[in-house]
């Protein structure tokens, strides 16, 4: 049992390019969820989703896309790419108040 | 604003002892509460938590508690292992629904527990 799966684990970034983070769940999940997490602090949610078709933002969406069109999967977009944005990326879904975690991707935006 | 604070940034404990990581808050409208722990370069990995019309929840080692009345809630480690050495992230969320899973995290306690 996979649970949360986030690719790629690490990515280095130039200013202003664009990329596309993976996330994937085999746990038929209806909630998915985009979280950062930058040095010395907590997770903050930048996006999230209650079904297939249906995103909203979350506490910090500035700079980000999602999409999910499938229960699944939920890929974050960065479109253009700037240093404020180094930061680790941690994908979670959940069916109830207990979100499962996937192992992060690892960004730094040079 | 910083809804949920911890304010102990790291907690050092023999292996055998009691250890005790404090949250705050100050949303009165979390009714959910979550302790997740965290090893370097993996995800959070959720503990333990406790609903806001309980006081207390109990699992195996683990112990949480939970004061309403001052916004405070505890993780009480009995006893502390060393691979209890972790980051331990409290974290809180609203009524259900939409909100599952919407976790307003704290910044971290950094447990070390020395064998």
């Known amino acids: 049992n996979a649970g949360v799966t986030q690719t790629p684990k690490f990515r280095i970034l130039k200013i202003g390019q664009s990329m596309t983070l993976q996330c994937t769940q085999d746990m038929n999940h209806n909630y998915m969820y985009w979280y950062r997490q930058d040095p010395g602090m907590g997770l903050k949610l930048i996006y999230y989703s209650v079904g297939a078709g249906i995103t909203d933002k979350g506490e910090v969406p500035n700079g980000y896309n999602v999409s999910r069109s499938t229960t699944e999967d939920f890929p974050l977009r960065l479109e253009l790419a700037a240093p404020s944005q180094t930061s680790v990326y941690f994908c979670?879904?959940?069916?109830?108040?207990?979100?499962?975690f996937g192992q992060g991707t690892r960004l730094t935006v040079v | 604003d910083q809804q949920v604070k911890q304010n102990s940034p790291s907690l050092s404990v023999q292996e055998g002892r009691i250890s005790i990581l404090n949250c705050d808050y100050t949303n009165s409208m979390f009714d959910y509460f979550l302790w997740y722990k965290k090893y370097p370069a993996e995800g959070p990995t959720f503990l333990i938590s406790?609903?806001?019309?309980?006081d207390k929840n109990e699992d195996g080692r683990f112990t949480v508690f939970l004061n309403k009345s001052a916004k405070h809630l505890s993780l009480h480690i009995v006893p502390s292992q060393p691979g209890d050495s972790a980051v331990y992230f409290c974290?809180?969320?609203?009524?259900?629904?939409?909100?599952?899973?919407?976790?307003?995290f704290g910044q971290g306690t950094i447990l070390t527990v020395h064998p």
């Open positions: 406790i609903s806001s019309i309980k």
């Open positions: 974290a809180a969320s609203e009524p259900g629904g939409t909100s599952y899973g919407k976790l307003t």
């Open positions: 979670a879904s959940s069916r109830g108040p207990e979100a499962f």
